[in-house]
Structures are given as structure tokens and as C-alpha cells.
């Protein structure tokens, strides 16, 4: 059982430039997100989706763009790469919102490490 | 005033101490709330998880929680150099917001 699996690990983009971070999980949540964490501060969610065919926006959108065409698949397109968007992003996934409880809690992914230069 | 607030420390306490690390929040209306525990270059893993008044404990780990004074609090018993990390309290509302974390250092 994999879990939450993310690619690439490490990226390095020039400014300007576009690309997507993948991410899978193998345990039929229903729920994905995406999330970056900038050093020292805390999780800032980007896009999140309830399901496949639906996403909505979370707490900083602008820059990215996501699609969920798989229950299996949330990825997160980078288009025209900023220096703002270096950060660490974190893909988790849990069956339900409205209940976290010991038995339904978020699973988070290795995270992906981006730098834009 | 942020959602969730934490002090960012580090907090600094000799090993087989009790650590006590702090989280306040804005929403009343939040229902649960979280400790999630990362290691430096990891991702989080959850700790405890707290739904109503008071105490809750698991093994060296008690969550208190504080619904009138919007507070919730994480201690750690009988702290081991392994217990240096960041803890990260996430409070669930109609979203699930994340505190920036406190850095705990754990000296053996």
C-alpha cells in the first residue's frame, strides 16, 4: 500500500517556465489536496477536490491550476513559474472533510521540493 | 488576527522533561483539532486528534483542549531528543487551517 505518492521530489525551474506536479494515492479517498509550505511558516492549502470531476479553489490559487479526471490523480499544473512559487508542496488526501477522526485523517505525501530562479 | 496562532519558538527543554507546546484559534465554531508532528525536510504525520473538552492521552502525548478560551495545547511527557521536531496544530472549521508550528529541541 503506497499511499500518497508525489513527483518529482526536487525541481528547479527558470522563471517563465510551466510544469506539473503529479500525484497519486491508492487508498479510494475521495478527497485530495494540494498544499505548499514556505520555511517556517505553516500548510497554506492551494486547491482541494472533493471528488473526481471537482476541485475548488483553497487559501492561495493564483498561479496554479489543478484537474482531477480519477478518483486516483489530483495533479497540480505550475503555469508561467515565479519566484514566489518556490516552496515545498504537499499532496494529501482523506476520505471526508467534515470528520476527521483517528480513522479518517489526512495522509500527506513525501512532498515535492520546488526552487524558481 | 490569523486563524490559528502558534509561537514559533524554538522551545528548548532537557531530555525526560515535559514539553509543552500552545495553539489558539479565531473560529468558534471549530469542531476538531489536530497535532501533526514533522521532522525537518519530512512531511506531517498526525499525533493526536481532539474533539471535545479537556484531556486526551496517548502513551507520553496529552492533548488538552479548551473550547471557552479557544485554546488547545499538546504536552509531551518525559521528552526524548527523538521528540525534536516541528509540531504543527491544525484546527477543522469549515476548513482545515494550519498554525505556522513550534520548533521543540529536545537536549539530551
Known amino acids: 500500500n503506497a499511499g500518497v505518492t508525489q513527483t518529482p521530489k526536487f525541481r528547479i525551474l527558470k522563471i517563465g517556465q510551466s510544469m506539473t506536479l503529479q500525484c497519486a494515492q491508492d487508498?479510494?479517498?475521495?478527497?485530495m489536496y494540494w498544499y505548499r509550505q514556505d520555511p517556517g511558516m505553516g500548510l497554506k492549502l492551494i486547491y482541494y477536490s472533493v471528488g473526481a470531476g471537482i476541485t475548488d479553489k483553497g487559501e492561495v490559487p493564483n498561479g496554479y491550476n489543478v484537474s482531477r479526471s480519477t478518483t486516483e490523480d489530483f495533479p497540480l499544473r505550475l503555469e508561467l513559474a515565479a519566484p514566489s512559487q518556490t516552496s515545498v508542496y504537499f499532496c494529501?488526501?482523506?476520505?471526508?472533510?467534515?470528520?476527521?477522526?483517528?480513522?479518517?485523517?489526512?495522509?500527506f505525501g513525501a512532498g515535492s521540493r520546488l526552487t524558481v530562479l | 488576527q490569523k486563524e490559528v496562532e502558534q509561537n514559533s519558538g524554538p522551545l528548548s527543554v532537557p531530555e525526560g522533561a515535559i514539553a509543552s507546546l500552545n495553539c489558539t484559534y479565531s473560529d468558534r465554531g471549530s469542531q476538531s483539532f489536530l497535532w501533526y508532528r514533522q521532522y525537518s525536510g519530512k512531511s506531517p504525520e498526525l499525533i493526536m486528534s481532539i474533539y471535545s473538552n479537556g484531556d486526551k492521552e496517548d502513551g507520553r502525548f496529552t492533548a488538552q483542549l479548551n473550547k471557552a478560551s479557544q485554546y488547545v495545547s499538546l504536552l509531551i511527557r518525559d521528552s526524548q531528543p527523538s521528540d525534536s521536531a516541528t509540531y504543527l496544530c491544525?484546527?477543522?472549521?469549515?476548513?482545515?487551517?494550519f498554525g505556522a508550528g513550534t520548533i521543540l529541541r529536545v537536549k539530551s
Open positions: 487508498m479510494n479517498h475521495n478527497y
Open positions: 494529501a488526501s482523506s476520505f471526508r472533510l467534515g470528520e476527521l477522526t483517528g480513522a479518517n485523517v489526512l495522509t
Open positions: 491544525a484546527v477543522l472549521g469549515n476548513k482545515l487551517v
